[in-house]
């Protein structure tokens, strides 16, 4: 069997292969944003205020304070950007129309972007209190685990809802 063949065969598993391959894209522009924000933000600017708003909670020593909420924030927005064209036009090939799938991306977006922004001030607390890891390696453990949790959320959504491929509902309609 051909691997083009296999491709075609397993569609699902070739696209959740693809998701999981190439959303280190994002993954990358992500962990990028964290160094180069906790450079800037927190060791530079020294942002040291607590922030607290509304769900998000950066007044702990460990969360890295208004610093840690604005690397964050930056790293998290810049990442999903990245995300909707890798997945959009690599992964699942969709041909759902732009504006369809960015309206939609932009809900889910919000929702990874808003438990990203809350998850890192805990996440960075206990690598930091637990571990004694220093800002820039507790930063980075806070980044894979929001990667993780996105994964979980965002590959059916995007496969069954966002960026559905309409030459599939057409061969599910053929054969029913």
Request: with cysteine; hydrophobic share 50%; glycine share 4%.
């Amino acid at each position: 069997m051909s691997f083009k063949t296999w491709t075609e065969e397993h569609k699902t598993l070739w696209q959740f292969i693809k998701f999981n391959v190439l959303s280190n894209i994002s993954t990358i522009t992500r962990f990028v944003c964290t160094w180069v924000g906790t450079a800037i933000f927190i060791n530079g600017m020294q942002l040291n205020s607590p922030f607290k708003f509304w769900l998000f909670d950066y007044t702990t020593a460990g969360s890295n304070y208004l610093g840690g909420f604005i690397t964050f924030l930056i790293a998290e927005v810049l990442a999903q950007v990245v995300n909707f064209f890798v997945q959009m036009f690599w992964v699942f090939d969709s041909d759902t129309s732009f504006k369809d799938a960015a309206w939609k991306y932009a809900l889910l977006a919000v929702l990874i972007v808003v438990v990203n922004l809350i998850l890192p001030s805990y996440v960075t607390a206990f690598c930091q209190s637990t571990f004694g890891w220093d800002a820039g390696l507790s930063g980075t453990v806070a980044s894979a685990v929001n990667t993780l949790a996105a994964v979980v959320v965002s590959f059916p959504l995007l496969k069954f809802w966002i960026m559905p491929d309409s030459k599939d509902k057409k061969a599910e309609a053929k054969e029913a």
